[in-house]
């Protein structure tokens, strides 16, 4: 009896130990346990390269909560739960969720041109007759090209509406709608201004009437000057930014005129609240319907010609193991931020940090989190490469405009890497099927590379745009001419020293109408120069006009002295030195000029 009674107990005991070992709450912890360590061992691993940082993970029902570093180094404060962030882009998560509250209630439609919900006399940037729906809004895909000045303003001296700004924003629209994807700063603030039409509310007040306050969203703040939130604007001047060398930016707060695309700021506590509604199974207080929050994360827009995801009504798609993890990064001048959520999984990341251009934690974390994307294998041939060799620029650049003299440092070379592979700015990437690249030298975010043949041209597509393809030609000429126009000012510099050395110790005369061209030459300089420090400096463009007017008078100015030389030099007795310095000077201003013209430095 005793010896039966032990068996039993032993029996009892083995199947006690597989519960356990077994049991999927069991599993889950172990699971949990081991992220967070994982989690901690990274953040331990570089917790040198960041200045100061809150994340968040939800797995499940539970919740992992890290912070790092400092809100201001130089007097060595902590970062608490009561620091604030600035959200960046991430602040158009708030948009597109209500976009979609409006879409619910029947006001919108996100297939209905656009023009329908805005005002007669709204002053349009389209130019084409095919309309513009919320839709290609939300996959950045409306055409507009982009602007480097008044996205961010230091000490603005008037406070303007969403529809000043928008009205007079230096957009354009250059692709038909649905041409082209090309991540838009306008297209969302357009967004955020339908939403004002079709609700009635100011978008300050919309939010913070159905976000917000149903989220019990208390320690954030949406308005450019934070006005509508005085507890966090008193916190904002506690916290300082950084740059990836751990400096000082000072100023680090700028005012964003269109200020719904990436205004928002926070406490990483109040951000939790809106991660874990978008995770909520039914999305209540967000949407009334479940079927609002399921779509929300479902993909609707894919990559060319794959079932690749690409969007879920304007949040990006984040390569990872499940496939279906979507959201948004921000970056502004002094922060970074990452907000990204697996509904299925029912799994959330977000990461604040007050660092511009941080990409260790922001991008880090939700790779660790989430894993690495794993291609589904098929049994399509691998194509031959080469077809997709040449130079590819973002489609999100200015187009007009002086600064789209920068698209040309924004280029890359693809290059053939064996019979099937492609090399990108020294990247290495390998071919998952025919048009699919994927490399192991980056983080997830940006490992994939899509390649395309569009009606025109050839695109790669990547994660925010597009990237059209370069002619070599087109390429050649436009670096040549930029070049010449520094071998101009060079040359320029030269004569003017010379002149005035010659003037000084052998009383040489000068001659007024080289001297003055070649001086008029490096005045110019000067003036772009200064243009670009202003832009950098985050001035508004009306403060640049009188600037970009000055190179219209330099061109005026330089066409008549030309004139002259070219009158006056053939009733000159030169020298051949003589005469090759009048012809190169002649020459090297109308290559000035027409640098002038063509990158469209003038207004």
């Not at 901690?40 to 912070?67: C, F, P, R, S």
């Not at 030269?494 to 110790?505: A, N, Q």
Request: contains cysteine.
């Amino acid at each position: 009896m005793t010896h039966r009674n032990s068996n039993l107990f032993k029996t009892f005991i083995c199947f006690l130990l597989l519960w356990i070992l077994f049991n999927p709450q069991s599993i889950t912890a172990n699971e949990h346990a081991d992220l967070e360590s994982k989690l901690e061992n990274y953040m331990i691993e570089h917790e040198g390269d960041v200045a100061g940082l809150a994340t968040i993970v939800i797995d499940q029902d539970e919740v992992i909560y890290k912070m790092k570093g400092y809100s201001n180094i130089e007097e060595q404060v902590l970062v608490d739960e009561d620091t604030v962030f600035e959200w960046a882009s991430v602040s158009k998560v708030l948009i597109w969720i209500s976009v979609l509250q409006l879409v619910e209630s029947g006001k919108l439609n996100l297939e209905t041109d656009i023009e329908t919900y805005l005002p007669d006399d709204f002053r349009s940037k389209t130019k084409f007759e095919d309309p513009i729906t919320m839709q290609h809004l939300m996959h950045h895909a409306a055409g507009f090209d982009d602007s480097y000045t008044d996205l961010m303003i230091y000490g603005p001296t008037e406070k303007k509406s969403l529809r000043e700004v928008l009205e007079e924003a230096d957009i354009q629209q250059i692709f038909p709608p649905g041409d082209v994807v090309a991540y838009s700063n306008y297209g969302s603030g357009l967004a955020a201004y339908i939403v004002e039409e079709v609700s009635g509310l100011d978008y300050v007040e919309y939010v913070r009437k159905h976000i917000f306050e149903p989220l019990q969203m208390t320690k954030t703040a949406i308005d450019p000057e934070l006005g509508d939130n005085e507890w966090v604007k008193e916190q904002r001047g506690e916290v300082q930014g950084y740059s990836n060398a751990l400096q000082l930016i000072d100023p680090n707060f700028y005012s964003i005129p269109m200020y719904p695309v990436g205004s928002a700021m926070g406490t990483a506590r109040d951000l939790q609240k809106l991660m874990q509604a978008l995770l909520a199974e039914d999305g209540v207080p967000l949407f009334k319907d479940e079927k609002t929050i399921d779509f929300m994360f479902e993909p609707t827009l894919y990559y060319p010609d794959t079932n690749i995801p690409r969007a879920a009504n304007g949040l990006f798609y984040l390569p990872s193991k499940s496939q279906h993890v979507y959201g948004h990064g921000g970056n502004s001048i002094a922060f970074s931020s990452s907000f990204y959520v697996d509904r299925k999984e029912r799994t959330g990341v977000l990461v604040l940090a007050n660092m511009k251009d941080e990409s260790t934690f922001t991008l880090g974390i939700p790779e660790i989190i989430f894993g690495e994307y794993e291609h589904v294998e098929n049994d399509v041939s691998l194509e031959n490469s080469s077809g997709w060799e040449g130079i590819y620029e973002p489609a999100r650049l200015p187009r007009h405009g002086f600064s789209s003299v920068y698209g040309l440092f924004l280029r890359s070379q693809t290059k053939q890497s064996g019979s099937h592979n492609l090399m990108i700015n020294d990247l290495s990437y390998s071919q998952l099927e025919p048009g699919v690249y994927k490399t192991e030298d980056g983080l997830s975010m940006y490992s994939l590379d899509v390649y395309s043949t569009h009606p025109r041209m050839k695109l790669l597509s990547n994660t925010y745009s597009d990237l059209i393809y370069v002619p070599y030609y087109k390429h050649l000429l436009e670096w040549g001419g930029i070049i010449l126009g520094l071998l101009a000012i060079m040359f320029s510099l030269l004569y003017v020293i010379i002149s005035i050395l010659r003037r000084i110790w052998n009383k040489k005369r000068l001659v007024k109408l080289l001297f003055a061209q070649h001086f008029l030459n490096l005045l110019l300089v000067t003036n772009v120069i200064w243009i670009v420090y202003k832009v950098l400096s985050m001035v508004s463009y009306s403060s640049l006009k009188p600037l970009l007017t000055l190179n219209l008078i330099y061109i005026v100015i330089s066409i008549v002295i030309c004139g002259f030389l070219i009158v006056h030099g053939k009733s000159r007795r030169l020298s051949k030195y003589g005469l090759l310095v009048w012809m190169m000077t002649i020459i090297f201003a109308l290559i000035l000029c027409v640098n002038i013209l063509y990158w469209e430095f003038y207004y």
